[in-house]
């Protein structure tokens, strides 16, 4: 039951922060939609081998999660959620390249290379995806998407799914919660009671979202999500949106680890 309940403690936390107020929050959706979107697409445009040239591109999570005034360790906990099953997949590439390289006198498959590469875009992407939703909200986002001319119908799929794992998620809590007071000497839900326990909790959860559904139309719901905000750009908005691109821009252009390095050591390679 405490599992079920940090579940629905995570999913309404990220909400709760998307209300903050600071600079990061008050611009404009759109423009932290499309510099995520940059910000994905140059992580993913990296080659396997090019982990050195990863490095810079932490300093956009970094300086997200410090203006943003963002509590550093609920978005490492969500981001090493998904880290093991990131390591069950790369953690296979030494075993099927067979080059090697030579590091402190080991010899050592390249494997490990594109391994530390993938788990490296993992923690970026992750964190940016979180960092976008912690600093924007979901009715903001989708804002952001219909501007982007993306079909309503799908913008309204992802809203009433992302609600939808809220429901869920209560109602898993409150019938585990009650399953647990008729049985005060048992861990847990005993596994001749499972069937019973998710089916009843699909019932429950359908009815729920009727009654959800049924509110909606009586204020007025007619397929189109609407929020009713005004989002207008500012000159913030234009300058967050230039000084980011520029910047993966440039972090995709040249190898900075390799410049600072030689300017540091005087040595040309």
Not at 9 to 14: D, G, S
Not at 211 to 218: D, I, K, N, T
Request: positive net charge; charged residues 15%.
């Amino acid at each position: 039951m405490s599992n079920i309940g940090n579940s629905l403690y995570n999913i309404v936390h990220l909400d709760d922060l998307a209300r903050n107020k600071t600079r990061i929050h008050k611009l404009h959706p759109l423009v932290k939609l499309i510099v995520t979107l940059a910000f994905l697409t140059v992580v993913a445009s990296f080659g396997r081998y090019e982990i050195t040239r990863l490095l810079p591109l932490f300093l956009y999570p970094v300086v997200i999660i410090a203006l943003a005034e963002l509590p550093k360790a609920p978005i490492l906990k969500r981001i090493l959620i998904i880290e093991p099953f990131v390591a069950g997949i790369g953690i296979l590439n030494p075993l099927f390249e067979k080059q090697t390289f030579a590091l402190g006198g080991l010899i050592l498959s390249v494997g490990w290379i594109t391994f530390l590469s993938i788990f490296l875009k993992s923690i970026l992407t992750v964190a940016a995806v979180l960092l976008l939703v912690a600093t924007t909200g979901m009715d903001r986002l989708a804002v952001a998407l219909r501007m982007l001319k993306i079909p309503k119908l799908f913008v309204l799929q992802l809203l009433l799914t992302y609600r939808y794992i809220s429901v869920l998620t209560e109602e898993a809590e409150r019938m585990a919660r009650a399953y647990i007071l008729r049985s005060p000497l048992q861990k847990g839900i005993h596994i001749k009671d499972w069937g019973t326990f998710a089916g009843q909790l699909v019932l429950r959860t359908f009815d729920r979202a009727q009654r959800v559904y049924q509110a909606m139309c009586v204020r007025g719901f007619t397929g189109e999500y609407n929020t009713g905000e005004c989002i207008k750009f500012k000159t913030s908005d234009i300058l967050y949106l230039a000084a980011w691109l520029a910047f993966f821009t440039v972090t995709r252009m040249y190898d900075i680890p390799m410049l600072v390095g030689t300017l540091l050591t005087g040595v040309v390679k």
